[in-house]
């Protein structure tokens, strides 16, 4: 059963997730290191928050291979740049070490390299989820840069930086391997999640798309679909926040707004029909009723609009009033000097 993390941009992902599926050893294309017992799937907390199936190893104390997998090998072309991702989390101890590597490649520099990790290490902290990147450079790559990365998934943060490879003119196969070996602590658990290989085209998902955060630059984001803070359903809206919001502020778009009370020919309701209507409906007309603004809530901007109108309706009575006072205090003046 596949999770939204891991369907996100599937058609990209070179891994087949159909056996990601709860059970224990090998899987689907995902062959087992270390025992049946060192490698559990089962419901956990992924690193978005929500219920995902985990890839646990469990360490039996031989300090040897002690969980997670090489997959069976898949088609690239060595002229292309693939990324290879996978979430991890380590508990109770840093025995061991955790390893993301790949299939067949040479040093950036193009030197033979016998068994190629982007990383192997321990994580910097328990208990938290980490992104670990990794990047094999195309066979025609001159560039020694290294783009890969141990990446915070609470900040987005690359914490540790990892050694790329490039593909030699030879290869046209490769493997995603990630595990813990070498633990010999029992109680330690190895938690992974989502594999991804994504050929770097253009097409593949951002890495702030599989830190699921958003960047820290000063650049607009643009989000192509609903958003959803502290909820999964945002429904109709484009964003939904099941929660407070504070700002220093808001904007509403206003397309009409009601000055049009002031206009001539507008006909002013009278404090006799609001009256009326009030000991009917009991509530303002116009205006939403408690039952419906509870059902339903209410829009800022209209609501703002409805409340401007009646503010205004009720300036143009308080004129007339003033005006109709005015005129009885000239009269009852004038009625007086006589």
């Not at 770097?200 to 830190?211: D, F, H, Q, T, Y």
């Not at 209410?298 to 005129?327: A, F, S, W």
Request: hydrophobic share 35%; aromatic share 10%.
């Amino acid at each position: 059963m596949l999770t939204a993390n891991q369907t996100s941009g599937y058609s990209q992902n070179l891994l087949d997730l159909s056996g990601w599926t709860t059970g224990t050893g090998s899987t689907g294309v995902f062959v087992r290191s270390g025992s049946n017992e060192e490698n559990s799937r089962s419901w956990g907390i992924g690193p978005d928050g929500e219920s995902a199936i985990l890839w646990t190893a469990i360490p039996s104390g031989d300090a040897n291979a002690d969980g997670g997998w090489t997959t069976q090998t898949f088609p690239i072309v060595h002229t292309s740049m693939y990324r290879f991702t996978a979430w991890v989390k380590k508990t109770h101890s840093n025995g061991g070490a955790t390893y993301i590597g790949c299939g067949p490649a040479l040093n950036l520099s193009g030197t033979t390299v016998s068994n190629a990790y982007f990383w192997y290490g321990d994580m910097p902290e328990l208990n938290k989820w980490y992104l670990m990147v990794g990047y094999v450079h195309a066979s025609d790559d001159a560039s020694t840069i290294n783009y890969g990365g141990l990446y915070d998934g609470v900040t987005g943060a690359k914490v540790v930086s990892f050694t790329d490879f490039k593909f030699a003119t030879t290869t046209v196969n490769t493997a995603h391997r990630t595990f813990l070996f070498y633990d010999p602590e029992v109680n330690d658990r190895q938690y992974m999640y989502a594999p991804r290989v994504d050929l770097v085209n253009g097409n593949e998902p951002s890495l702030a798309a599989l830190l699921g955060i958003q960047s820290s630059s000063s650049n607009p984001a643009y989000f192509a679909g609903k958003v959803g803070i502290k909820t999964t359903n945002p429904g109709a809206f484009d964003l939904a926040v099941n929660g407070k919001i504070r700002a220093r502020e808001v904007k509403v778009d206003a397309d009409v707004w009601p000055d049009y009370v002031f206009a001539k020919g507008y006909e002013l309701p009278s404090l006799k029909k609001t009256e009326e209507h009030i000991m009917k409906k009991g509530h303002l007309p116009g205006i939403p009723s408690a039952a419906e603004a509870q059902a339903n809530g209410v829009e800022l901007g209209d609501m703002n609009k409805r409340l401007l109108k009646k503010i205004e309706e009720l300036t143009l009575h308080l004129i007339r009033q003033q005006k109709e006072i005015t005129e009885l205090k000239r009269e009852f003046k004038a009625s007086q000097i006589k």
